[in-house]
């Protein structure tokens, strides 16, 4: 399975339109190669490189078996149109939260998983809830690491 994005490749900088610098967006993502049996997607964006640990900027659930990307901009609802659930980010806000660094060159990685089941959670979980019920669940990952420095 592969994810990519036509904002930035992989490594690359990502453009401050996905940034707190910018309109703070979800950048356009889009894979392939998803197994057989795949039941949902669930994705997790985070940032290695912060001061007090790891940062939470993303956490999205319950996307339906037959997509195949996430628009740019996608809503900071609980429950997306056409399907998907998202979670709480370390902004403690639903959605996406766009790089922020205090200074420095940041890693974000963007975490897709394949899983065999919905996992119909509440919206507005942790990363670390939403770990937990994959266990046992994925079928295939795979993942996009862009960069930003402020």
């Avoid at 809830?129 to 994925?138: D, V």
Wanted: charged share 20%.
């Amino acid at each position: 399975m592969e994810i990519t994005s036509s904002a930035f490749g992989s490594g690359e900088m990502i453009p401050a339109k996905y940034t707190c610098d910018g309109a703070d967006f979800s950048p356009p993502l889009d894979w392939s190669g998803s197994p057989a049996g795949t039941k949902s997607f669930a994705l997790v964006c985070d940032d290695p490189d912060a001061p007090m640990g790891t940062w939470v900027h993303w956490v999205i659930f319950d996307i339906p078996p037959s997509a195949t990307m996430l628009a740019e901009g996608i809503t900071r609802e609980k429950d997306l149109p056409g399907g998907g659930t998202q979670g709480i980010n370390d902004f403690r806000k639903i959605g996406y939260g766009g790089p922020c660094p205090p200074g420095g060159t940041h890693r974000y990685f963007f975490k897709l998983y394949a899983l065999d089941t919905m996992l119909d959670l509440k919206p507005g979980i942790t990363k670390d809830q939403l770990l937990k019920a994959l266990r046992g669940h994925i079928l295939a990952e795979a993942q996009l690491m862009g960069t930003y420095r402020r």
